[in-house]
């Protein structure tokens, strides 16, 4: 098992660098640059023209890992790495209509919000219909750290489901608002889940394949992305990485993690939302310099102090790899 995870993440790793090699400049020819929304920084303007849909190397990456390493286990009968596949997948399709969108307008607007929503919430609810119909959920609430089990109805299960699988996409995508910054507050997140398979072993494998080509593909495209970008994931990829995320989690039957891992992604979505609420509630009045968190961060923040984005990017991924520590400890027992 062990190999085959650490096959895994390096196989993907070298996919997608390779890939990106030759995909990056085809991007240019093609002019799928990436427009930016003149009400953030003013400095972020000198990005604009930066291609986009880059996440398509690390989807590439993971959907090749899945199929090469994970054929013995689909001969076996065993899917859930290609159950989750297929449902980032279906995102990262989402994402694509709306990076397409943009491009076709060359401007920084592409799906409406509320067909954005539907279209998740649909992929959502059949996602979990179908693990549910299969048999890889239960209509029960792990809660980690107190190692207790909650039995809910099933169709409040489901609308909690859909609830979480929607919020922490659109929070994945809100966190793609500097270079990197998606890419390495996931990453200890994807580790975290390839740690928990060697914790619980070989019948979790598959996931364990899913998580570490993920990895592996993130650290690959980090090498594009990483400040000054030379290419965005786009929301394709941040869609496909958010979907990937949820997936996980409920694959692992342990959604309430999300709370610990994923706080990155729920301090920057808070700060959206205060920031909306407070703004209308006040009449102009803002918490934040500007949201999401990030930006907030970069003009100044509450101290004054502008904070550069490898600054941000390594307070982001330091603080999202602590709490995938505490994450763990969090589910450590429940192995046990």
């Given at each position: 098992?062990?190999?085959?995870?650490?096959?895994?993440?390096?196989?993907?790793?070298?996919?997608?660098?390779?890939?990106?090699?030759?995909?990056?400049?085809?991007?240019?020819?093609?002019?799928?640059?990436?427009?930016?929304?003149?009400?953030?920084?003013?400095?972020?303007?000198?990005?604009?023209?930066?291609?986009?849909?880059?996440g398509v190397m690390f989807i590439l990456a993971v959907a090749f890992v899945c199929l090469s390493l994970g054929f013995d286990s689909m001969?076996?009968?065993?899917?859930?790495?290609?159950?989750?596949?297929?449902?980032?997948?279906?995102?990262?399709?989402?994402?694509?209509?709306?990076?397409?969108?943009?491009?076709?307008?060359?401007?920084?607007?592409?799906?409406?919000?509320?067909?954005?929503?539907?279209?998740?919430?649909?992929?959502?609810?059949?996602?979990?219909?179908?693990?549910?119909?299969?048999?890889?959920?239960?209509?029960?609430?792990?809660?980690?750290?107190?190692?207790?089990?909650?039995?809910?109805?099933e169709w409040l299960y489901y609308i909690f489901a859909a609830f979480v699988i929607v919020g922490t996409v659109n929070a994945v995508n809100?966190?793609?608002?500097?270079?990197?910054?998606?890419?390495?507050?996931?990453?200890?997140?994807?580790?975290?889940?390839?740690?928990?398979?060697?914790?619980?072993?070989?019948?979790?494998?598959?996931?364990?394949?899913?998580?570490?080509?993920?990895?592996?593909?993130?650290?690959?495209?980090?090498?594009?992305?990483?400040?000054?970008?030379?290419?965005?994931?786009?929301?394709?990829?941040?869609?496909?990485?958010?979907?990937?995320?949820?997936?996980?989690?409920?694959?692992?039957?342990?959604?309430?993690?999300?709370?610990?891992?994923?706080?990155?992604?729920?301090?920057?979505?808070?700060?959206?939302?205060?920031?909306?609420?407070?703004?209308?509630?006040?009449?102009?009045?803002?918490?934040?310099?500007?949201?999401?968190?990030?930006?907030?961060?970069?003009?100044?923040?509450?101290?004054?102090?502008?904070?550069?984005?490898?600054?941000?990017?390594?307070?982001?991924?330091?603080?999202?790899?602590?709490?995938?520590?505490?994450?763990?400890?969090?589910?450590?027992?429940?192995?046990?």
């Open positions: 098992m062990t190999i085959k995870l650490i096959s895994a993440f390096v196989l993907a790793f070298l996919f997608a660098t390779a890939f990106g090699r030759f995909y990056i400049p085809w991007l240019r020819k093609q002019k799928a640059g990436q427009q930016i929304k003149e009400i953030g920084p003013k400095w972020h303007q000198s990005k604009s023209g930066t291609p986009t849909m880059g001969l076996h009968g065993n899917y859930a790495h290609i159950f989750v596949l297929l449902f980032a997948l279906v995102f990262g399709a989402i994402g694509f209509l709306d990076d397409w969108e943009k491009i076709k307008k060359k401007q920084n607007l592409g799906l409406s919000g509320k067909m954005k929503f539907l279209l998740q919430l649909a992929a959502a609810l059949v996602f979990v219909l179908l693990m549910r119909q299969i048999g890889y959920l239960k209509t029960q609430l792990y809660i980690p750290f107190w190692q207790k089990t909650v039995q809910i109805p809100l966190t793609d608002g500097l270079d990197g910054l998606a890419t390495g507050t996931s990453l200890p997140v994807c580790l975290f889940f390839v740690v928990v398979t060697f914790l619980w072993g070989e019948r979790f494998l598959e996931l364990g394949l899913f998580a570490s080509a993920l990895a592996g593909g993130l650290v690959g495209f980090l090498v594009y992305n990483f400040h000054p970008a030379k290419v965005f994931m786009g929301d394709t990829g941040s869609l496909f990485l958010g979907g990937a995320v949820a997936a996980l989690a409920f694959a692992f039957d342990m959604p309430m993690i999300l709370i610990t891992l994923g706080i990155m992604y729920i301090v920057e979505t808070l700060s959206d939302i205060i920031q909306v609420g407070y703004f209308k509630l006040t009449h102009g009045k803002r918490v934040f310099r500007m949201a999401p968190f990030h930006h907030h961060l970069e003009l100044g923040g509450w101290t004054g102090k502008k904070w550069r984005e490898v600054e941000i990017f390594c307070l982001f991924t330091g603080i999202s790899l602590l709490f995938a520590i505490i994450s763990f400890i969090g589910v450590y027992h429940r192995a046990l």
